[in-house]
Every structure is written in C-alpha cells, then in structure tokens.
C-alpha cells in the first residue's frame, strides 16, 4: 500500500472518531432534558417500574393537568408561584437595566481615578455566596418587614444583576463608536438626547441579551429565595419544586413536570438572544 | 453663578452604588459583626454580646469545619478543571463540524438554561438507585445487578455531584473558547503549518495564547458564581447522609437555620466569601495578564 493511501485512510478514520466523539457528547448534553420530558409525561407505576420500561407505553398530560388544577399530590399552587416568579423577576430585571445602563455606560464613556478597582470591586459583590448573604439579610428583611414579600425579593434579585449587567452592557456601549455621539451633539443635540438617539439605539440588541441574562438569573435562583420567603406570597418556582419533595417520598412525575413548566420560558429567551450574549461578553476580550 | 454639579460618571454609577451597598454591604457589615457574636436567632438580644473572636476560634479547631471546607476545594478545583478542558475539546469538535453548526451551538446552550436547583433535581432522578436512569441502564446493559448506591456511599455521592456540576457548567466554557476560535486569524495557523509545526505545535503556541483570554472569561464568570453549587447538593443530598457530602455552604444553612446559631454561622459564612472572592479575584488578575499578553503578540 503506498503512502498516500494510508494516509488518506488514516485521516478518514480519525474524522469519523471526532464525529462520533462529537455526537456522543452532544448526546449527554441532552440526555437529562429528554428524561425529565418523558418521564412528565408517563404514569407514575411506569417510572417505578421494575425491570425498567424503556419504551413508554401511553403518554398523557396528567402531571400537567393536575399541577395547574391545583388537585395534583399534596395540591401544590404551581399558578401562584409561576406569577410571583414572573412578578419578581421581570421586575427586577427592569430596574437592574436601568441601574446597569448607567453604570454601563459610565464605564465606557468617562475616565475617572481608580475605574479599574470600582470595577472589580463592583464585580466582587457578585461574588458573595448567596447563602451567606441570604443570613444578614433575612435578619434585616425580618426587622424592616420585608420577609416573604415581593418588594424584598425585587431588592435582592436588582442587587444580584445589577454587577453583571453593568458588565455586559460597558462591553456593548464600547462597541459604539465614540465619535457618533460626538457628531449628534456637533450637530446641536445634549448629551442626553445623543445618547437616546445615537447611542441606545445601537446597543439595544446588547442591553436587550443583558436583560434576559438577568430575568434568567432572577428566574433561576434558589439560595436567597429559599429562605427569604415562606408563603404562596412570594415563593417562586424554584423554592416551589421543593414542595414535592414530602419527608420521605418524592413525587418524581409532578416535579418533571414543574421542571418542564420552569424550563420553557428560558428555553425560548435563551434562543432568542444566544448570539448577543457571547459577543457582549467577548467583546473586551482582546483589548480590554 | 452656577450651581455645584455630581461629575456626571459618579452620577451615574450612584444608583448602582446605593442599591449594592444596601443590599450586600450593609448586610455584610452586620454579618460581620453578629459573627463576633454568639447571636441566636431565638434571643435577638445576644446580638450586642461581643465574645470577639470565640466564633472564630471554635470553627477553626472543628473537624467537621474543615472537612466541609477541604471538600468544598477539592470539588470546586476538580469540576472547574474538568470543565475547562471537556469544554476545550467541546469547542474544537464543534469548531471543525462543517454543517449545522448553528444548531450545534444552541444545543450547547441547554444546559445553562437549566437553574441549578433543576439541575440537582434532574441527576438526583438520574442517580436515584432504584429507578435511576443510570442504574436502570446499567442493569439492563448487564453490567451489574445490584444497585449502585450513588447517592448515599459519600465517595459515589461526591462523583454524582461532580457530575451534576460539570455538565452544567461546561457548557460556559465551550462557549466562550469557541467564539474565541471563530474570532482568530486565519493566517498565524497557515503560516505556523508552513513552517513545519506539528498540529500540537500550532494549537500548544499559536491557538492557546489566543484563546486564554476567552478561557479566562470564563473562569471569571464560573467562579463569580460558584457557590451555585449549593443549589445542586441541597437539592442532591443536602450534605447527607450523615454530612458525607457537607460542603461549606450546606454547613452554613445547617447552622444558621436548623441550629439557629447565626454568629458562627457568619463567621463560617464569612471564610465562604473570602474563599469566593479569592476565587474571582485570582482569574480576574489572570484575565488582565493574558488580555495584556495577547496584546502584545498580536
């Protein structure tokens, strides 16, 4: 066999290795997500099956049924927890754009002292764990009232996003050419209207994937929330999924199918924005 | 005359100021100072008790302390190492797929969708040792008969916990590594091949240096919220069975909340922040290095 040809072979057979190895990995990455849909959909005798039934025999809505009727096991207010979610969340990812906008764009637009360290410093307060937060602040919120309630967790979730939105929305604003804005304000407008007109403008896809980074995390978050609310007045849903978890056992199907009604909404606002977000956050990668 | 004005940069950051140290510095002023003290949620007023660093002391020559607290290390160096590079060799495969590459790259987005709390849930399912897909499988592949208990031996509990981590947050770092490979040049490669560099050679000298400061972001973003691996164990084990799996922060939330002892907690709270900001301040200063480095070669 001459050179070439092994050659070849051998070129051939490391690519369908690497698309293998591709598809492998693409498989495990979806893997937990199909299981949980499937099995919101099977009756609950087929999940505790033994052997196991790995081909379902009837797919039904039950779970659903059942969760948003409020009569599923244990009765849980799945209703009343989707809207304090979606209360909290979107507001809070509201006044957290308007705070990071500002912020953002001081940091793009101003030299001042000692920028490098308010920036990190602003970053660092990210850092703090949520658990370890959430001990002083429940003893504050239980002082001033706002213990289980939807203005505390609104206060919490603005505190939480503000130093990640302020991140990304710098990052967008630098795209921007500086000297737009300065052209507009040649031209006779103030600083302000060259920023509305100018400036937000062509950031608006970058502040609008900042947004949902930040309604995600809101969305998202249990170490605060699990301790900062108590009732159906201000649980969210992640605190809710612990409802179906009884002393001893554990309703799998009906968490299945709170996780489905959980995962959708950021299912379908990470697509929409998935190509913003990773250039806003690479955007200062190379020149910093 | 005119009237004395905020320079319009302090103006605009003091919302941002005020909300944060509202909401986390003012609370981590009084942690602070309710960790000098035996404060007990049941009797408000131990709160002006000031015992100094008695707290401090105890938990330092705790035991348990320290094995949640080495545990809690140990998990978050493996899982990041592991994602760091999994989510290197993520980035490259998707890189050189020819077609449907869009689709690819959503698919890679699934798992940070996934709240933490879900994502504890879901493999907490999945490792169940009774109707676990993972055992289920395993069994009915042959490769066992019994059931594996994952989530109750502490060694096959800590792996499932990696597990969990790790599929969740690879993900970050395939990302980001692969915008990093579709913004590089075309031609240092092209030039480095022609000038007989082994393919490791290219990537080890060439592609690497470049892509640091992707990895680095990253990093940054991953350790800025590690402690989301609190979501995953509560939900997983909850430090159980008989703290096998405790780690920091389920040892906070034990003690601050089902003992009631808030001032040690706060103090154990508060070796918790300083690990984490330790954490993001070190590949912060990493990002800044090879930002500079990148500038300088390219």
């Known amino acids: 066999m001459d050179a070439n040809k092994t050659a070849r072979l051998k070129r051939r057979a490391t690519n369908w290795a690497l698309n293998i190895a591709l598809f492998i990995a693409m498989a495990i990455i979806c893997l937990p997500g199909l299981w949980i849909v499937l099995n919101s959909l099977?009756?609950?005798?087929?999940?505790?099956?033994?052997?196991?039934?790995?081909i379902p025999n009837q797919l039904s809505f039950d779970a659903y049924r059942?969760?948003?009727?409020?009569?599923?096991?244990?009765?849980?207010?799945?209703?009343?927890?989707?809207?304090?979610?979606?209360?909290?969340?979107?507001?809070?990812t509201v006044i957290s754009l308007a705070i990071g906008m500002s912020?953002?764009?001081?940091?793009?637009?101003?030299?001042?002292?000692?920028?490098?360290?308010?920036?990190?410093?602003?970053?660092?307060?990210?850092?703090?764990?949520?658990?370890a937060l959430s001990l002083p602040l429940f003893f504050l919120y239980a002082r001033v009232g706002l213990i289980d309630t939807h203005a505390g967790m609104i206060l919490a979730y603005t505190a939480l996003n503000v130093p990640f939105t302020i991140w990304l929305i710098d990052g967008f604003f630098r795209q921007v050419p500086k000297d737009?804005?300065?052209?507009?304000?040649?031209?006779?407008?103030?600083?302000?209207?060259?920023?509305?007109?100018?400036?937000?403008?062509?950031?608006?896809?970058?502040?609008?994937?900042?947004?949902?980074?930040?309604?995600?995390?809101?969305?998202?978050?249990?170490a605060l929330a699990s301790q900062l609310t108590r009732s159906t007045s201000s649980k969210t849903l992640p605190v809710g999924l612990l409802d179906y978890t009884a002393e001893f056992t554990i309703d799998w199907r009906g968490m299945c199918a709170l996780a489905v009604v959980m995962i959708i909404p950021a299912l379908l606002l990470t697509y929409a924005v998935q190509k913003h977000l990773v250039s806003g956050l690479t955007s200062g990668a190379i020149k910093g | 005359m005119k009237a004395w004005r905020l320079p319009p940069h302090v103006a605009l950051l003091l919302p941002a100021v005020i909300v944060l140290a509202a909401v986390v510095l003012l609370p981590l002023l009084l942690s602070l100072w309710s960790s000098f003290t035996p404060f007990r949620l049941t009797r408000p007023d131990t709160i002006y008790d000031f015992i100094g660093l008695r707290n401090y002391r105890r938990i330092f020559t705790d035991g348990d302390f320290w094995v949640a607290f080495g545990r809690t290390v140990l998990l978050l160096t493996v899982a990041l190492n592991l994602e760091m590079v999994l989510g290197l060799g993520l980035a490259l495969l998707v890189e050189r797929a020819s077609r449907g590459q869009r689709m690819l790259r959503t698919i890679l987005m699934f798992p940070m969708m996934f709240s933490p709390i879900l994502v504890g849930f879901q493999f907490k399912f999945m490792f169940n040792d009774n109707i676990g897909l993972v055992n289920n499988a395993l069994q009915s592949l042959g490769f066992t008969d019994q059931a594996i208990p994952w989530l109750i031996d502490g060694r096959l509990a800590?792996?499932?916990?990696?597990?969990?981590?790790?599929?969740?947050?690879?993900?970050?770092?395939?990302?980001?590594?692969?915008?990093?490979?579709?913004?590089?040049?075309?031609?240092?490669?092209?030039?480095a091949r022609v000038d007989g560099c082994t393919p490791w050679q290219t990537f080890r000298y060439v592609t690497w240096p470049f892509l640091m400061p992707f990895a680095f972001i990253a990093m940054t973003i991953r350790s800025l919220d590690v402690a989301r691996a609190y979501d995953i164990i509560k939900i997983m084990t909850d430090g159980g069975p008989a703290g096998r799996t405790e780690v920091l922060w389920t040892l906070i939330a034990r003690t601050a909340y089902s003992d009631a002892r808030m001032g040690m907690a706060n103090a154990m709270a508060y070796v918790a922040i300083l690990l984490s900001i330790a954490f993001t301040a070190f590949f912060f200063a990493q990002l800044g290095k090879a930002r500079a480095q990148v500038a300088a070669d390219w």
Do not use: H
């Not at chain 2, 990696?162 to 590594?177: G, K, L, P, R």
């Open chain 1, 42 to 54: 099977r009756p609950t005798v087929e999940i505790m099956a033994k052997p196991p039934v790995w």
């Open chain 1, 66 to 92: 059942d969760m948003f009727s409020g009569i599923g096991q244990g009765g849980i207010p799945v209703l009343q927890y989707f809207r304090n979610s979606m209360i909290i969340a979107v507001t809070s």
């Open chain 1, 103 to 131: 912020g953002g764009y001081a940091f793009a637009r101003y030299r001042f002292r000692f920028k490098g360290g308010w920036f990190l410093g602003l970053m660092l307060t990210r850092a703090v764990p949520g658990i």
């Open chain 1, 180 to 222: 737009l804005a300065e052209a507009a304000q040649i031209d006779g407008c103030t600083r302000w209207q060259a920023f509305w007109q100018v400036e937000f403008p062509l950031a608006r896809p970058g502040i609008a994937s900042a947004g949902i980074f930040a309604f995600l995390t809101s969305w998202n978050e249990f």
């Open chain 2, 158 to 191: 800590f792996i499932a916990i990696t597990t969990a981590e790790v599929w969740s947050s690879t993900a970050v770092f395939a990302i980001f590594i692969l915008a990093g490979l579709m913004a590089m040049p075309r031609e240092p490669i092209e030039a």
